[in-house]
């Protein structure tokens, strides 16, 4: 129901000239411009061509700031660019008069998150058009940048707060170098026209039917876009709106977005990266399209028709990972990247000429998502061997092998939590960007931890030495681009470090995975408040002490546990029951001969490998420990640790599930742990994980029930991700 607007006066309601405290120096400003673009109008009508272009050049370069840095980089995250064409373009910005970035995106977030309602900080549907178009500049209080821009709390950032006002003083009266036509056409008359047709963004293009509160007003103005030259393609702001997330504005030829192009443009050149594209793009209907589509096609198909299906999976048994009963005789139809129908055979329609998977016979269920594994090995036992044998070669052999045998047994998402940073932000970007097969990486690169076992590791375990250094390096980590930070040995670090990381992982918006091998990793872990434990540890002890059971269960709402435990059944597995599994070629496929001959020598006696010296005297505990973990209430999630010794890419999922079901997990809690809980934690449970309209189109069939027998996942017969088939 909608709330009414509160019976106090609203800040739109105050007279239009009373700035709300600690904004008089912006109403000020807004006095300044206005008054001196009106005297250089009245003096010098015409500026001259040099003066023009210069002041021309300066708004195009402080629009591009704008949309691009300010807009799509910072405020959506839906391009990261190169740090100093990132500065570069805050400076543009800044110079333009748009405010300090930190500021800017507060503003905007708040925008997106309140939008049509009162709290909108600039919205007119309340305040009416000049509100929106200037007022609130003045009369509304800043956002709190502490809520919401955390992640823009950082040294570059905050410096430009205190650089805006002489900024902005230079780029006043600056012009001057000119002579007095510089001075109010490169100053004043160029602020003002940036001013009001960025204003635009705000208030015309703002002015639709909303609905009920907090509905979307935003449209689509293609004739502002000729005229909004500081500010490129945001004339397109319905279908921004539509789609936050994508850095693209303009989704059709006639839609033109520069701003868009100069992203594409800085892709290609290398200096911007992780492009998010929208989901619909070029073929998203008219609002007149959908209308005659709904009047001509019967049903509730009919909108189908908005985004010609490119696949289909019929028949089957559909389980949707909803952990609700699955849907027999289903269909599961694709448009492009996306799932836009799933259903009965007989309740959704399938146009003609639709590419048809036949699953008649299979079981049809998201790809999976292993929560914990190493691209940087595949299964060779030594470590100190590997990595000074290997180092050079896991960029371009090893991590792109272990990727795509992943992919092709059905594995379509993964964390890594633990590779070299450049490596493996490289194949994550090689990934997205199709050039070789994989599952979406997220990824934490190096662990976080006291210090280094051995010297050898210091390109994959940074040690800490202080708190100060402790942020330095997560920093860096978030700063590169990682989608998590993996600790461990938390219990080897002071609390000041250990609080260091956590803190600077949460203002940078990333997560923190930590081991959970020690009781005094797993109490430090609680204390400070991570999100989610490794390994099922504890080594020999029969079970959780109760103190830890305990504050498993005060957080068991928003907790997460991996408990890797396959990987240690596996061993006893391969050393004592089949010892041939070894040989199996699928393993071995894509690896390169003389790197699997080395990995399988190392595994000649799994029994003597110091990496399972306590391994079986550890099974008899692990069915107490993974019950106890369940009755916490905490999430559990499927992860295999995969390529450790023996554990191989090709074969380790299906394992965990299958485990899990031998331990008490129903297959459905099982296949629930490896879809729809790992979306939630990532926070993509809009995107993955389940198979409903609008997820992305990662699918996978395997012949026969894997609700009788999970172990069927082993022999995955059909692997789909982003909408095209990979086996």
């Not at 047709?197 to 979307?216: I, K, P, R, Y």
């Not at 391969?574 to 690896?591: E, K």
Request: hydrophobic fraction near 40%.
């Amino acid at each position: 129901m909608s709330t009414p607007v509160a019976e106090a006066m609203q800040p739109w309601q105050a007279p239009w000239w009373r700035p709300v405290p600690g904004q008089e120096i912006v109403f000020y400003y807004l006095i300044a411009v206005h008054v001196l673009a009106a005297i250089g109008f009245a003096l010098f009508p015409v500026p001259g061509l040099p003066v023009f272009l210069t002041a021309l050049g300066l708004a195009c370069l402080g629009g591009l700031g704008t949309t691009v840095a300010y807009h799509r980089a910072l405020a959506h995250k839906s391009v990261r660019l190169h740090p100093r064409v990132e500065q570069a373009l805050i400076l543009c910005a800044i110079f333009n008069g748009s405010g300090s970035p930190r500021q800017w995106v507060a503003n905007h977030r708040l925008h997106h998150a309140k939008s049509d309602t009162p709290e909108d900080v600039s919205s007119p549907r309340y305040g009416g058009f000049w509100w929106a178009h200037l007022r609130w500049l003045y009369q509304f209080p800043d956002a709190s940048q502490g809520r919401w821009c955390p992640d823009l709390d950082r040294p570059r950032y905050n410096v430009w707060g205190r650089l805006q006002a002489p900024i902005v003083a230079l780029s006043l009266f600056g012009g001057f170098a000119y002579g007095w036509r510089g001075l109010f056409w490169i100053g004043a008359i160029r602020l003002l026209y940036s001013l009001h047709f960025q204003s635009l963004v705000n208030s015309l293009t703002h002015l639709g039917a909303a609905g009920d509160e907090g509905g979307d007003s935003s449209l689509n103005v293609w004739w502002l876009g000729p005229f909004q030259l500081t500010a490129w393609g945001e004339n397109w702001h319905r279908n921004h709106h539509a789609e936050a997330g994508s850095a693209r504005f303009g989704w059709s030829p006639f839609q033109t977005d520069i701003g868009w192009y100069v992203i594409r443009l800085l892709e290609a050149l290398g200096l911007a990266r992780d492009v998010r594209r929208p989901r619909m793009g070029q073929k998203r209907p008219s609002p007149i399209a959908l209308l005659l589509l709904c009047c001509l096609v019967p049903g509730p198909d009919s909108l189908l028709a908005a985004e010609k299906p490119t696949l289909a999976l019929v028949s089957g048994q559909v389980i949707d990972g909803y952990e609700g009963p699955p849907i027999h005789d289903g269909v599961v139809l694709i448009a492009g990247e996306r799932i836009v129908a799933v259903g009965r055979r007989g309740e959704v329609t399938l146009p003609p000429g639709t590419p048809v998977i036949d699953t008649a016979g299979m079981s049809v269920l998201p790809g999976l998502m292993d929560m914990h594994v190493h691209l940087m090995i595949l299964g060779h036992s030594n470590y100190e061997y590997w990595d000074t044998t290997y180092l050079s070669r896991f960029r371009d052999e090893i991590m792109p092998i272990a990727a795509k045998q992943l992919v092709l047994s059905g594995v379509t998402t993964v964390r890594d939590l633990g590779a070299p940073l450049d490596e493996i932000l490289y194949v994550k970007r090689r990934i997205e960007k199709g050039e070789i097969p994989g599952p979406r990486l997220f990824v934490s690169g190096p662990f976080i931890q006291h210090k280094p076992y051995f010297e050898y590791e210091k390109f994959v375990r940074w040690g800490v030495d202080g708190p100060e250094d402790a942020r330095a390096k997560v920093q860096k980590l978030v700063d590169a681009g990682v989608d998590f930070i993996k600790l461990i040995d938390q219990d080897q670090m002071t609390d000041d470090e250990v609080r260091a990381v956590v803190e600077t992982a949460r203002k940078g918006g990333k997560p923190v995975v930590a081991h959970a091998h020690r009781e005094d990793e797993i109490r430090v872990g609680l204390k400070h408040g991570v999100d989610c434990f490794e390994h099922t540890g504890l080594a020999t002890e029969p079970g959780y002490p109760e103190d830890i059971l305990a504050g498993l269960r005060k957080r068991n709402a928003t907790l997460y546990w991996c408990p890797t435990i396959e990987g240690l059944f596996l061993a006893d597995y391969t050393a004592r029951v089949f010892p041939d599994r070894l040989d199996d070629p699928r393993w071995q496929a894509d690896i390169p001969k003389d790197i699997a001959a080395d990995i399988r020598r190392s595994l000649q006696s799994v029994t003597a490998l110091d990496y399972f010296t306590l391994t079986f005297r550890r099974l008899p505990t692990l069915p107490n420990k993974f019950r106890q973990l369940r009755e916490t209430g905490v999430t559990m999630l499927i992860g295999t640790d995969s390529g450790i010794p023996g554990n191989f890419h090709t074969d380790s999922t299906w394992r965990e599930l299958d485990t899990w079901v031998r331990l008490g997990a129903t297959p459905m809690q099982a296949i629930a742990g490896a879809t729809r809980w790992p979306a939630r934690f990532l926070k993509k449970e809009k995107e993955l994980g389940t198979l409903a309209p609008g997820r992305y189109a990662d699918v996978i069939a395997v012949r026969g029930d894997v609700l009788s027998n999970v172990a069927l996942l082993q022999r995955v017969d059909v692997v789909v991700k982003n909408g095209a088939r990979v086996r």
